[in-house]
C-alpha cells in the first residue's frame, strides 16, 4: 500500500502526465500502421482521435492509478492494471477502428 496520498498523487501525476499522453500516439499509430495505411495516413488518423482518447483516458485512469497507488497492495496492482488495461485497450483497438472505417 502506497506510504501517503502524495507519494500516490506524485505517481498518478507522473503516470497521466507523461505516460498517457506519450502511450497514446505510439498505440494508434502501430494500429493504423498494421491495417497498411501509409505515413501520412496514419499521422493525419492519429490527430483525428488522439483528443477523445486522451480524454477518455483521463475520465478512466487517474481514478485507477490513485486507488492502485494508494490503496490496493503492491502483490495486487499489476492484476488491477491489466484489468483495466484490457477494457481500456478494447476501447482504444475499437476507437481506431471507426477511424479507418469512416475514411
Same mark, same amino acid.
Given at each position: 500500500?502506497?506510504?501517503?496520498?502524495?507519494?500516490?498523487?506524485?505517481?498518478?501525476?507522473? !503516470?497521466?502526465?507523461?505516460?498517457?499522453? %506519450?502511450?497514446? #500516439?505510439?498505440?494508434?499509430?502501430? *494500429? &493504423?500502421?498494421?491495417?497498411? @495505411?501509409?505515413?501520412?495516413?496514419?499521422?493525419?488518423?492519429?490527430?483525428?482521435?488522439?483528443? !477523445?482518447?486522451?480524454?477518455?483516458?483521463? %475520465?478512466?485512469? #487517474?481514478?485507477?492509478?490513485?486507488? *492502485? &497507488?494508494?490503496?490496493?497492495? @503492491?502483490?495486487?496492482?499489476?492484476?488491477?492494471?491489466?484489468?483495466?488495461?484490457?477494457?481500456?485497450?478494447?476501447?482504444?483497438?475499437?476507437? %481506431?477502428?471507426?477511424?479507418?472505417?469512416?475514411?
Amino acid at each position: 500500500v502506497g506510504k501517503t496520498s502524495g507519494a500516490a498523487l506524485k505517481m498518478t501525476l507522473l !503516470d497521466q502526465g507523461l505516460f498517457a499522453p %506519450s502511450f497514446m #500516439p505510439v498505440f494508434l499509430s502501430t *494500429n &493504423f500502421a498494421l491495417t497498411g @495505411l501509409g505515413f501520412s495516413d496514419i499521422m493525419q488518423r492519429v490527430s483525428d482521435v488522439y483528443i !477523445d482518447v486522451l480524454k477518455t483516458n483521463y %475520465s478512466i485512469w #487517474p481514478a485507477v492509478q490513485l486507488c *492502485n &497507488f494508494y490503496i490496493i497492495p @503492491l502483490q495486487y496492482r499489476i492484476l488491477v492494471v491489466q484489468t483495466v488495461a484490457l477494457g481500456f485497450n478494447t476501447y482504444l483497438a475499437w476507437k %481506431s477502428n471507426q477511424t479507418v472505417v469512416k475514411q
